[in-house]
Every structure is written in C-alpha cells, then in structure tokens.
C-alpha cells in the first residue's frame, strides 16, 4: 500500500535558500463530458489500457449508472469487480475496498456517484498505486477533478484533507444523468463554483497566499475561475431550468463543465478563502450539516467573504443571482436565527481556525468573522425581499 502524500514540501523552496514559492497548476490527465458518455466509459478506458476494473458504487449507483456502462466494459474486453459504496469516505470503508481490490489484481478504480464516493475512489487508486476513473452523477461539487479527497470518521465527522501525488486519469461526465437528478444539486454547485473566483482572486493579489496544494495560484487557475463565474451570471438560471425539466441544452452543459471541470481546476490551483473557510464554519451546527449541502453554506460564506473585504457591489451582484437561482443569502434560509451568538459563535471559531483563511488580505478574527457574517445576513434579506422570493421557496421548504 502506498505511503500517505503531501504537496506542501513538495513545492516549498528549500530551507535557507531565497527562493520564492513556486506557482504550480495541476489537473486530471482527461475530462470528457457529454450527454451518454456514461455508456462509452469502456472505450475510454482503453486510452488507459486497464484490463480489469474495480467499480465502486452505491448500491444505487450499481443498479442505474453501473448497470448503464457495463454493456460498454464487456465490448472493450475490460473485466469489473463490484465494491459497493457503504456511503462514507472513512478510512475504514477505503481500507476495505483497498484490501478486496487488491486481492482482485484490479488495475484501475472506477468511481461512479456523488463526492464521498468519487474521493474514496481516489483514496483507494492511491493506496493500490493505480490510475482512478471518476464518474461523477452530480455537478454538485467540485471533487471529482482534485487531487485530494476530504475523509470523515465513520460517524461521518470531518477529519482533514487527503492529497494524492497523481490527479484523475479520466473523468467521464453524463450530462444526462445531471439532467436526472434533483436541480437541488446542481444550483449547490453552483454556489461552490461561484466562490471558485473571487477565492482565487484573494490568494492570487495577497503575495502570501497560498492555494491547496501548498503553492502560488498561477494565472491560468485563476482564469478559469473568472469564467467560471461569467458562466454562471449568463446561463446558471437557464441551466436550473433545464434540470426542473429533465432535459439536457446549451446552458446546462455550460454549467456543469463551470461546476465541475473550471471550478475544480479553479480552486485547487487557485486557492480558497474566507467563503470556503465560513462555509467549513457552518456544520458545527448539527441541524445544519444534517439538512443542507456543502456548496448552499459555501454561497453564504462568499458573501460573507466579499462584505468582509468591503467588495459591497460584488457581494449584492453575486446574492442578487443566488437569490434567482435558489442558493440561500440569508441565515434563516439555512435555519440559523441571527441573535443567536452560541449558534454563531461556533461558525466564527471554526471557521477562524481554518488555514486558508489567512490567505485573506486582514487579520481575521473571530469578531471580523461575527461582523460579516452578521452584515451579509443583512444584505441578504435586503436582496431576498426584492429578488428571492419566488426561486427559493421553489426550491426548498425551511
Ligand atoms: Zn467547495
């Protein structure tokens, strides 16, 4: 099994010497995205000459999408083990897959679902020293084109980062299967996505900033991070549309390439900042972790985020969209009450303590996190009086 990996001293100069910290940018080796795809998934995988395949799926995922891609594996002479995905990416689920694949002899990880089972995928590809396959059947996140997977214990509590030497090999995106899924999914990647900008913005003109793996953004991630969001302003309400109607057009492709392909190459090489920080902030708050999704709380933390840096424009454009897509911009629309100082007290601290935060261009303390989140919730309701009613109370009912 392969020993754990991290990039920071990787890419950090060596000791005593003048140089700088270099600027890195890494990606998946390839992304393919398209209505069906799913079903050619065997003939990509010969670009990759696996023989044998360890698929990991829910046993959902085994019975709809892995029963969709079979047919192709059998055509391109390529053999399958099934694992099934118990739901948590912990150390224990990995170890067992790892182990059951191993004894297989499988030399390449296909991972078909939602994030947890795209990052335990990584996590066992890395430990089996062979190449991962992601085949992502949300656009709700940015994981499946990282480098790294987010472990939890098995109670499903946040434990801390993964990193992997080696990106995805491939990533296949069915813009069908999106098309299928609740348009809850897609709107919440898209408030991660939409972060993907303005955090990389942060890093990039902060000369201490640093980005996940430990380096300088470059231009080019921060570049697809803008475009990611222009992305989103120009066809995010349109792409919403297309999901309510299970149907896949230009704007939904659009989005799930912003959601999944720019925003992922965008933050990793980009960096993050307070939005994503905050965001790490608001599941200490159990009723919150159970009933909202990551990319809804990272929607909050961005607007937290460019208040706190005094971008007031930024921040009401950027709630004014999220409001007419149906992400959450004020703090009883992710059942929080804002005098609630036990509640908010916890978000600040956690979200304080999270290391890139300090990418951040002040010296953010707890109360500097208190004030924003507290001036954002007021921007929020101002903006949701005006623009939010109708997009929101469509999409969830708090
Ligand atoms: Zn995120």
Redesign the pocket.
């Known amino acids: 099994m392969q020993q754990s990996f991290n990039p920071f001293p990787v890419y950090a100069p060596a000791e005593g010497s003048e140089t700088k910290l270099p600027r890195v940018f890494i990606a998946p080796q390839r992304y393919v995205q398209g209505e069906g795809v799913l079903e050619q998934t065997g003939q990509y995988l010969q670009l990759l000459r696996v023989k044998r395949c360890g698929v990991l799926a829910s046993k959902r995922g085994m019975n709809s999408q892995v029963t969709q891609l079979t047919p192709g594996l059998v055509k391109a002479g390529v053999e399958m083990v099934q694992g099934i995905f118990g739901g948590e990416c912990s150390l224990s689920e990995i170890e067992l897959h790892a182990h059951n694949f191993k004894a297989s002899k499988v030399d390449c990880i296909v991972a078909v679902g939602g994030g947890k089972c795209v990052d335990a995928g990584k996590a066992i590809a890395w430990r089996l020293a062979v190449p991962v396959v992601v085949v992502p059947t949300l656009a709700s996140?940015?994981a499946p084109c990282s480098a790294l997977s987010i472990i939890y214990t098995d109670a499903g509590e946040t434990q801390g980062p993964e990193w992997y030497a080696d990106g995805p090999a491939l990533v296949v995106m069915d813009t069908a299967v999106v098309a299928s899924a609740s348009e809850r999914y897609l709107v919440a990647g898209m408030g991660?996505a939409m972060?993907t900008w303005y955090e990389a913005r942060v890093c990039l003109d902060n000369p201490l900033g640093i980005t996940t793996i430990g380096a300088r953004p470059t231009l080019a991630a921060c570049a697809l991070g803008e475009i990611c969001a222009h992305t989103l302003f120009e066809d995010g309400i349109a792409a919403a549309q297309a999901v309510l109607n299970n149907t896949v057009d230009t704007s939904l492709d659009k989005v799930v390439e912003a959601n999944t392909l720019l925003s992922g190459l965008g933050?990793e090489s980009g960096g993050i900042a307070a939005a994503?920080s905050i965001?790490q902030g608001y599941p200490s708050i159990e009723r919150v972790h159970a009933n909202y999704l990551?990319?809804e709380m990272?929607a909050m933390g961005l607007i937290a985020q460019l208040v706190m840096d005094s971008k007031n424009d930024e921040a009401r454009k950027v709630a004014t969209f999220f409001a007419r897509v149906g992400l959450p911009i004020h703090l009883g629309q992710l059942s929080l009450d804002p005098e609630d100082n036990k509640d908010l007290d916890a978000v600040a601290e956690v979200a304080t303590a999270f290391p890139f935060m300090s990418n951040m261009p002040l010296d953010v303390t707890q109360e500097v996190v208190r004030t924003a989140i507290a001036d954002a919730h007021k921007l929020g309701v101002h903006v949701f009086a005006n623009e939010g009613d109708k997009a929101y109370q469509r999409l969830h009912t708090v």
């Open positions: 996140n940015d991660d972060a933050f994503h965001a990551h990319g990272v």
